[in-house]
């Protein structure tokens, strides 16, 4: 069973339990499996190599979000073959797409939790 955390954030003043364990600087990021597209997952592995720059936004179709992932985008160009940006939001990988088309974002990974 993983790791419970009671009340070591808190949402709107309110103590919230997370789940797993506190991560430090410097921690290896635990591995993950996210959808990747509606017939394929991805997984924290299948980037191995590379150095990640991981965002995680509730929705891409949010104004700080938007603005967020954009940035991300508009610096990943500089960054070189060796960092990947992934974006990791609630939104489905088909929304997702959508919203990278009309933002013109071309450089972060969309993943879908």
Do not use: H, Y
């Amino acid at each position: 069973m993983a790791q419970e955390r009671s009340g070591a954030a808190t949402f709107k003043g309110n103590p919230i339990t997370l789940i797993g364990p506190e991560l430090k600087a410097g921690d290896n990021a635990p591995d993950f499996t996210v959808s990747k597209n509606l017939l394929e997952d991805a997984s924290l592995k299948d980037f191995a190599g590379k150095i990640k720059l991981i965002s995680v936004v509730p929705s891409l179709d949010t104004g700080v979000c938007d603005a967020q992932t954009r940035r991300f985008n508009e610096e990943a160009a500089g960054l070189g073959d060796d960092v990947v940006v992934l974006t990791v939001s609630a939104d489905l990988p088909f929304a997702q797409a959508r919203w990278c088309g009309a933002a013109g974002v071309d450089r972060v990974v969309t993943l879908s939790d």
